[in-house]
């Protein structure tokens, strides 16, 4: 089974990767899709990412939940690499229930997972504050 899961994933911690395990507990394959940094500048203001994409790719890649990891630029690049992978299982924090999903319709199973209260925002502003 293919599983898929994205997101900005600029500071790993253990959020990230109790997410990941789970994720891949799901099936087979499981691809990952990032925001660019351009994305990422976009949607968390001008000082993110803290990595670059290809740094987060590289980390994304070795860990060993993940076969496979991709760089996006915007919700229709993204739409088109759903469409392509056809996922069995998306899985998305539980914080998009009831929210408009891209590329929903080319998943047979959309999965909630529910956050552990790990953030990267909260994470940077903790370094900061010390």
């Known amino acids: 089974m293919n599983i898929f899961v994205n997101g900005t994933f600029d500071i790993l911690h253990k959020g990230h990767l109790e997410m990941l395990r789970y994720a891949k507990s799901l099936g087979d394959h499981l691809l990952v899709c990032i925001d660019s940094d351009s994305r990422v500048k976009e949607l968390k203001g001008l000082d993110r990412p803290i990595n670059t994409q290809e740094d987060r790719k590289f980390m994304l890649e ?23 992978y056809q996922p069995d299982v998306m ?7 009831g929210k408009r ?30």
């Open 91 to 97: 899985v998305k924090g539980s914080d998009y229930q």
């Open 101 to 130: 999903i891209v590329g929903e319709q080319y998943c047979k199973e959309i999965k909630f997972y529910e956050h552990t209260g790990h953030s990267t925002t909260r994470l940077i502003q903790r370094i900061a504050d010390r």
């Open 62 to 84: 070795n860990l060993k939940w993940v076969d496979r990891c991709w760089i996006f630029s915007d919700e229709e690049e993204l739409e088109k690499i759903i469409e392509l």
